[in-house]
């Protein structure tokens, strides 16, 4: 589909260009040479789960109706959704654990180069997980949290997870319990999970769903810890003044890109790049810039205004402008086509997990107790790889824009408080019961290469806009609108409807802040999806109605990993119509395909609403969250 046009990104598009005469090849060459994908794959009725497979199944075609042990399409199709989600829910939870397991190390001394830098935030969460706060120690308390934390991975008893009992409303509470999908321990839901898809154990699809959405809310509650903790390590981010896209990258700087998702590492390297700026500068540079890509870069630019280089789908290109002196990884949607480029030029690729090497790249392990060594370390490295710089390779496409990033789901309460500081959160409530604006969308995921690039999250961004419907985002989303401008007040002139800049200008008339707002409100990383969760339960409970009432939609126009589908699935299991604008591999199956569309609707209040066609979906987003304004008024 749309197989030549390839992005909406000026800056991509031109080193596309570039890519093609200098014969390099990117994921875009890569994804017409995959052309035509496998239909039993893409349809999702190829199953295999066991070597005596791949069973391939032919519904119309006597015999290979089946798979060789029999089970049916429906079974097939749903095995494979749902061990999507063990995937993704793995990945965020580890992500987690990781956190959580850095501030028990903070508060028992094992990890020098951190500390506590939010105790406002850490007495919060202390007292809404039920850990004592009343006359104790900091670090106590934090060992508590932490603690308790890692508890949720594993526990022994049949209480529902902390992090996701103590985080939603009494409704969905409820609702969980009904339908039994409330994890008890996330690694025992994902455990579980895979052991209910094994050969030979669940052939019931409805039964299998329903054990990928307990995953699915156990990748909830491994991100809703995430972001508590990472705020009470590194702070809770407040609105900051960046920009976006490879323009960036300075020529005449130390150019150093962290990619991936894991803050404690992308953190400090931040604090290392401030130590070294001398260094850097008796190299001849005049200085270091540290640029973000995907989710980490999100993490950074959301606590210390880190510009972002690229989005997932471009972050080969990068590379490409022959300035990137070193990238630094470390978990999670890393493409090792990277390292080819690499290869291409003097940029140095360093791995930094133990988890995540790419053949040829230069592995520097990462631990907590030698965080700041660690990344001094690495940071020396491309001081030193900036010398190799070939001048006659350096090609920066001088597209940038400005970002306004930073809303925390706290800073939004601080920004909408501004206005009415009783109740923040009726400000957003009072606009939509108004008319002001409709409601609300939030954006989040990836890009894929069966969209063209960054195209239909504009698309469906600009079209919801006119209508006055208010937007948040995570992800590579928000790296997408923040490379095209829609993360500053450029895009609130160009797009906004009306009511929305009525209502996105007295906020910003009210904020205090020095810089305008912007037309999508940038809300962090993939794990940040919590916050938006935060939001919408603060919004159902300040109308006093349930959360599948609010005229509250999400969209993933260009869904793409595991993690995604996660996050989709427990997204819907809280009651939100969500847009997915690829369509995953359910199509084998009706039944399937009617539960996640419909059924889904009827147990759960939220589905999911598959369309490719950006104006459409944009349409469709529209309509469901005026058809429930309409209602509730
Ligand atoms: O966790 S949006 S491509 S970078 S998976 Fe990956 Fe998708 Fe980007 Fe962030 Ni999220
Ligand atoms: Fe085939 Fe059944 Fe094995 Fe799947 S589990 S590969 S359908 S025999």
Redesign the pocket.
Known sequence: QEINRRTVDPAAAEMLEYAESAKMSTAWDRYKAQQPQCKFGLTGVCCRICIQGPCRIIPTKAGMDKGICGADVYTIVARNLVRYIAG?AS??SDHGREIAYTLLAVAEGHAPDYKITDKDKLMRVAKRVGVETEGREVLEIAKDVAIKALEDFGKYDHDPCTWLYTTIDEERKAKFKQTTIAPTAIDRSIAQLLHQTHIGVDADPVNIIFGGLRAALSDYTGMSLATDITDILFGTPVPVLTEANLGVLDPEKINIAVH??NPLLSQMVVYAARELEAEAKAAGAKGINLVG??????EVLMREGVPTAT???SQELAIMTGVLDTMIMDV??IAPGVKDICDCFHTLLVSTSNIAKIPGSYHVEFKEATAMEDAKKIIKLAIEQYAKRKPELVKIPPYKKQVVGGFSFEAMMDLFGKINPDSPISVLTDAIMAGEIKGVCAF????NQKTVHDDPGLTIARELAKRDIFMVS????A?AFAKAGYLSSEGVEAYAGPGLKKFIKRLEENSGLKASLPLVFHMG???DNSRIANLWTAMAQNLGITVPQLPFAASAP???????IS?GSWVISMGIPTHVGVLPPLEGSELVYGVATQIAKDVFGGYFMFETDPMKAAEIIAEKIEKRAWKLK
């Not at 989040?444 to 890009?447: E, F, T």
């Not at 260009?558 to 995604?564: I, L, T, V």
């Open positions: 993704g990945a965020h991936g998702h890509i995907c989710c980490t870069g999100n989005n997932f789908g999670q949607c989040a995921g990836c890009n995570t992800g590579c989303m790296g990383s993939c794990v260009e869904a793409m990993s595991e993690k995604a996050i």
